[in-house]
């Protein structure tokens, strides 16, 4: 037996020592921990592998990965005028999902499982879907919109696990009954509590954060309730994200009906995340009053810390706003959402480029990039450790002797 085999089994024993159970997906019995999917480059091959190979769920995020590879971004990153740039762009970005699915199963060896999320609100969204199933992913994760068309893009893929990301009862209900009538049920559901998540949040605006019906408590023994009516109890997995930090807080879920946790933010300030040592620090080093929820370029709301670019395009946003009434052509060569409020003059969207923001977060410049995250507190403070030591404490409950 080799030592990452040994190590994931330690971990099964520790998770059942503490009283959480296990969880079957995709044929496999899983640690109740999911490791969410992060864009632009944040999690990709590196990360999920590390948290596949120790039995979790490992997701890369399909968004622009291309950055992460030198020779792909020399092919486009000075693409402009041309009349194919987009087409040539994403056509890179697929090489790279390819890469780091590759990349992320290697280092998993079988063990765990290795996801895909893909936002619906891509305009290569349909394409992602097919070059994730093509390169092996084992499951595809969809947020950023109701994914209804999933089951009829995958028809011919039945061992692929499907997760659309959804934020209440309502939604839930919605997409297991459109599903159902074409013959397929979720394989698990991400219920995310968008007051406690980063990134982009399943709410209609802002305001809306703060709704009860978000709350787990209300939520959760609804969708239950739902599962029983419709005769589908036991049938479709929920995997309960944002907020959660701690071996306590998956007990009380799992004990609520919840199969497992999703977590983003914990993972990104790990060492095997794929961005930058300052990229991971900014999330690290953020305090609670450093977060701002704001309308993203997506239309919904965000999550992010609260940078001198973020501040200055807070206190421009309504003057941006006001002369948003003109499409132009995309600033990045390529239509990367279906809905850009700076592309398409929306002024009821942010007027700024979220792929090029996130593309500096990801390299860690505080000046210029966008850096999402999540409300909770981080288990190890401002720590950068491995992804094993967020293992053994989700699971275990133990810290590291050095913090």
Not at 166 to 195: C, F, M, N, T, Y
Request: a neutral charge.
């Amino acid at each position: 037996m080799d030592e990452q085999n040994s190590i994931a089994q330690q971990l099964a024993r520790m998770a059942q020592q503490s009283g959480l159970q296990m969880w079957p997906l995709a044929g496999k019995d899983l640690l109740p921990v999911v490791q969410g999917g992060m864009g632009v480059g944040v999690s990709a091959g590196g990360l999920a592998g590390a948290v596949a190979s120790l039995g979790g769920v490992g997701t890369i995020s399909s968004v622009d990965l291309r950055r992460l590879h030198p020779d792909l971004m020399a092919q486009t990153s000075h693409l402009d005028k041309e009349p194919d740039a987009g087409a040539q762009i994403d056509k890179a970005n697929l090489i790279a999902l390819d890469r780091e699915i590759k990349k992320a199963k290697a280092t998993a060896n079988g063990r765990g499982l290795v996801a895909v999320n893909i936002m619906k609100a891509l305009t290569s969204y349909e394409a992602c879907v097919q070059q994730a199933i093509d390169s092996g992913a084992e499951a595809v994760v969809v947020g950023a919109g109701l994914p209804l068309d999933l089951p009829d893009l995958t028809a011919h893929h039945a061992k692929v696990a499907l997760i659309p990301i959804l934020s209440d009862a309502r939604g839930v209900q919605l997409v297991v009954k459109k599903w159902e009538k074409k013959g397929r049920l979720p394989d698990a559901i991400v219920l995310e509590h968008p007051r406690l998540a980063g990134g982009h949040l399943g709410a209609a605006k802002v305001a809306d954060l703060q709704d009860d019906r978000f709350n787990f408590e209300i939520s959760v023994p609804q969708i239950l309730s739902f599962f029983q009516t419709m005769g589908i109890e036991g049938k479709i997995p929920l995997i309960a994200a944002g907020g959660i930090h701690c071996k306590e807080d998956i007990q009380r879920l799992q004990s609520m009906g919840v199969s497992a946790v999703q977590l983003g933010t914990a993972f990104a300030v790990t060492q095997e995340c794929d961005a930058a040592l300052a990229f991971k620090q900014v999330l690290a080093n953020a305090k609670p009053t450093d977060l701002v929820e704001f309308v993203s370029v997506a239309g919904l709301p965000a999550r992010a810390v609260r940078t001198p670019w973020l501040d200055k395009y807070l206190h421009l946003e309504e003057k941006l706003k006001h002369v948003a009434h003109v499409k132009k052509k995309c600033n990045m060569s390529f239509d990367c959402l279906t809905h850009c409020g700076l592309r398409d003059g929306n002024a009821g969207v942010g007027q700024f480029c979220i792929d090029k923001q996130l593309g500096h977060a990801l390299k860690g410049e505080i000046d210029k990039g966008l850096f999402f995250r999540g409300a909770g507190i981080l288990p190890f403070g401002q720590d950068i450790l491995p992804v094993k030591a967020l293992m053994d404490w989700l699971l275990g409950g133990l810290r590291p002797a050095l913090v």
